[in-house]
């Protein structure tokens, strides 16, 4: 059966049916127990991988030991000219542990070819789930991060892995993540629509550090920050609030500085908001920033940005400021607690 392998010849259509059922044989003999017949079948399927036949080397592929994966992929089966192929082996990885196969940068790297074939995506998604931190990590280094694809799969991986219950371990893997990644700011999205309610993990010191010192520094971005901090308050970060609490207060500051440009103003604002939504400082900023003096144009931008707000006590407050803002904005205040379900019904309270 094993010389069977051997044979090269095949028919008209490229098969060479001998060998793929000397495979099968032997597959079926070693799965009864036979120490001989999995000798040779590890034989054949060594045979197989280099098969001039894609079907051949397909059903190699299919049954052979795990532990000769490593070695269908070091001949480059994961980029075979057969579809069927590279799906079979993207399958049997993730039925394995996909770490002892191929490594994140290697299954990142196939990524490029099978852009636009759903099904070897999803199996490739598949293989990456059995150690996503590492196929995370990978993905946001890659030149191709910027693709719809791959933010697409790096946003499944992430939200796969926060399901999964992830551990301190994984969550420090993804520190290695460049704050200001193409993809960092949907990881951290991601993982947060995926997190357990009632999970909360403890960071070692050096990871919690990464996250004050590294992740919202000043060279880290205020939607990478607002990112992770959707996340982060899980992690047991010592000391998290107090920094939240101080960038905040830096950048309303900036904020309700009359005498600052009109956009820096604006900018600052937005930002303070995506960085901490739920904070009562936005309350305290309210009535400082939204006075009758304020032009309509700049209040409509303002209040644009409260859509991303969260803070207990919101609809109050504009409510309460609605009749000094004048008409137009006066307006806008309705239309923006109109289009939030959450304030929607203390609007409606108000009004009966």
Do not use: Y
């Amino acid at each position: 059966l094993t010389a069977l392998v051997k044979q090269a010849e095949v028919d008209e259509i490229g098969l060479c049916p001998a060998a793929m059922h000397a495979i099968w044989t032997l597959a079926g003999l070693a799965d009864s127990g036979s120490v001989a017949a999995s000798d040779a079948l590890a034989a054949a399927c060594e045979l197989g991988f280099k098969h001039v036949s894609s079907p051949v080397r397909n059903a190699a592929v299919g049954v052979c030991n795990q532990d000769q994966l490593a070695a269908a992929i070091d001949l480059g089966l994961q980029t075979d000219v057969d579809p069927k192929v590279r799906l079979t082996l993207l399958l049997r990885i993730a039925d394995s542990d996909a770490a002892s196969v191929i490594d994140g940068n290697g299954l990142v790297k196939l990524l490029p070819s099978i852009q636009t074939d759903d099904v070897l995506l999803d199996a490739w998604t598949s293989a990456a789930s059995t150690d996503p931190a590492v196929a995370i990590v990978a993905m946001t280094k890659s030149e191709q991060s910027s693709t719809a694809t791959n933010a697409k799969a790096a946003s499944v991986l992430a939200e796969h892995l926060a399901r999964s219950r992830p551990s301190a371990e994984q969550i420090s893997q993804l520190l290695q993540i460049d704050p200001n990644a193409k993809l960092a700011v949907t990881v951290w999205e991601s993982l947060a629509k995926g997190w357990p309610r009632d999970l909360t993990i403890l960071l070692p010191a050096s990871s919690q550090k990464l996250v004050r010192e590294r992740f919202l520094s000043d060279q880290a971005s205020v939607e990478s920050k607002a990112a992770i901090l959707s996340v982060a308050d899980k992690w047991s970060v010592e000391n998290l609030a107090d920094i939240v609490g101080e960038i905040q207060g830096e950048l309303l500051t900036t904020a309700l500085n009359e005498g600052a440009a009109t956009d820096e103003r604006l900018s600052a604002w937005d930002q303070s908001i995506r960085l901490a939504p739920t904070s009562p400082k936005i309350l305290d900023a309210l009535e400082e920033f939204f006075t009758p003096q304020l032009s309509p144009a700049t209040g409509v931008e303002a209040l644009r940005s409260l859509q991303n707000a969260r803070v207990d006590g919101l609809s109050e407050s504009l409510l309460g400021l609605r009749t000094s803002l004048g008409p137009k904005l006066g307006s806008e205040v309705l239309t923006l607690l109109l289009s939030r379900s959450e304030t929607t019904e203390s609007l409606l309270d108000a009004i009966t």
